[in-house]
């Protein structure tokens, strides 16, 4: 028998996108939810799936209307809060996806909305709860920018997030790590042994240190051959043996010093002559 007709669905979705940005992740999420559908896969009516495995699926997505999301700079605390938070676990279900450019757009998104102006009074716990959302996003974002090898991105975002939390773990770690892969070996140090202070138990930071410590070790080593190379013999001094003793004084000063010699012998019997 023939195969059935593939079925037609029609989904409607309505997406809001705070500060007008209309973002590729919530195109995903309508693409996703068409695959959630159970008649889709398992009709009712039948024991037999309708879309066989392997299948090609082609989706056509219509754009019906788009509408503003609220504006940012009305939202109360706990609405800002909600909308940073949806932005910040979005990147990170980038980043464990290893979208790294995208999770960066996230967690970019995340960060306008904690740091947009408001007109609303927020409280004390608020406020700190926005502050706390904000290190986690700055945090995430260095991670995702050095998986990018983005340095100075990174190294950016890991100052940004200490000036908040100044022993904020994470941040002390990611700091160390990328000043250790620009090679700034003397500058790495004191911060991952910052962090290992504050949380002795962290195999990461206790094994960053120790490689960072015998890269350190190697790098003087090279150092150290450079300059005898370049210095030569100059820097060492010659090994003379105790029972040896040699003579380096030029000929012309030997004979010099045996002319006067004779001269003043000579000098002296002809002035003792004379007496």
């Known amino acids: 028998p023939p195969p059935p007709p593939m079925p037609t669905f029609t989904f ?3 997406i809001h996108h705070p500060q007008r940005d209309l973002h590729q992740d919530r195109w995903c999420d309508v693409c996703a939810a068409l695959f959630t559908v159970p008649s889709l896969s398992h009709p009712p ?3 037999r799936p309708c879309v066989p495995a ?33 932005k910040r676990e979005r990147g990170n279900t980038y980043f464990l996806r290893s979208e790294y450019v995208f999770a960066i757009s996230s967690y970019d998104i995340a960060l306008n909305i904690v740091n947009s102006n408001s007109k609303v009074e927020f409280s004390l ?12 996003c700055l945090n995430n974002l260095a991670a995702a920018q050095l998986k990018l090898e983005h340095f100075e991105a990174a190294l ?27 090679g700034e070996y003397t500058e790495a140090i004191p911060v991952l042994k910052h962090a290992a202070r504050l949380e002795p138990s962290n195999k990461a930071i206790l094994v960053e240190l120790s490689q960072l410590l015998r890269k350190q070790s190697e790098q003087r ?19 003379s043996s105790p029972s040896r003793f040699t003579w380096n004084i030029p000929w012309k ?5 045996t002319v006067v010699a004779v001269g003043g012998v000579a000098v002296s019997v002809i002035v003792a002559a004379r007496t």
């Not at 019906?64 to 800002?80: A, I, M, T």
């Not at 716990?125 to 986690?136: A, F, P, R, T």
């Open 54 to 86: 392997n299948a090609t699926v082609h989706i056509e997505i219509q754009l019906l209307s788009v509408k503003d999301g609220p504006d940012v700079e009305l939202l109360s605390g706990k609405e800002r809060l909600l909308q940073a938070n949806m």
């Open 125 to 136: 716990e608020e406020e700190q709860e926005l502050s706390d959302v904000k290190v986690k």
């Open 12 to 14: 409607l979705s309505t």
């Open 221 to 239: 080593s090279v150092e150290q051959a450079m300059y005898r190379k370049m210095l030569g013999d100059m820097a060492i001094p010659p090994v």
């Open 156 to 182: 950016k975002s890991s100052n940004a997030a200490l000036k908040h939390q100044p022993n904020n773990i994470k941040a002390l770690f990611r700091k160390g790590k990328v000043l250790t892969l620009q």
């Open 45 to 47: 009516d039948s024991t």
């Open 253 to 257: 000063w030997l004979f010099g010093a």
